[in-house]
């Protein structure tokens, strides 16, 4: 019996050492009234299936630039795609027609800059980079590898 349980805290103390979690903030301007909204919701604005927020108001969504740490854990947890797919999605949205996809910002400075100065800009960083400058509508829990 002892022996069991030193195997199962053992095998619990490699696990907690290989993972950590890490909080990614969906971002917008501090004065946003656009209504609530879920992983659901973001989703579907950064995808182009949805254009705007519960309020009405036209949703502008901007990415990370490819590379950047934030991006693929967007991709991967809010997204559901990789890189890979997220760019074949997108050359069939626009050529069918559709608009194009979101902006992309190259640096953490970039970002809360850029929604500082976009009303109906939505976004995200990694929660320990939030400001006062920005409004955290909530945050996404990601687990990557150490």
């Known amino acids: 019996m002892f022996g069991l349980f030193r195997t199962l805290l053992t095998l619990l103390s490699i696990i907690s050492c290989t993972v ?16 609530e909204l879920d992983k659901e ?9 949805e254009q705007h927020f519960p309020s009405g108001h036209k949703a502008e969504p901007a990415n990370h630039a490819e ?3 934030d991006r693929e854990y967007f991709f991967e947890y809010v997204l559901d795609m990789s890189e890979s797919l997220h ?5 069939r949205k626009v050529s069918a027609g559709k608009p194009g996809r979101p902006e992309e910002l190259v640096s953490n400075k970039e970002v809360l800059n850029w929604i500082a100065r976009t009303p109906l800009g939505i976004t995200y960083i990694d929660k320990e980079k939030a400001d006062d400058t920005v409004k ?11």
Not at 41 to 49: A, C
Not at 139 to 145: A, E, H, P, S
């Open 20 to 35: 950590a979690n890490a909080d990614l903030a969906i971002i917008v301007h501090p004065y946003y009234q656009g209504g």
């Open 41 to 49: 919701m973001v989703r579907k604005i950064f995808l182009g299936e």
């Open 67 to 69: 590379g950047s740490p």
């Open 87 to 91: 760019k074949r999605y997108w050359a």
């Open 136 to 146: 955290v509508l909530f945050t996404v829990t990601v687990f990557k590898d150490l």
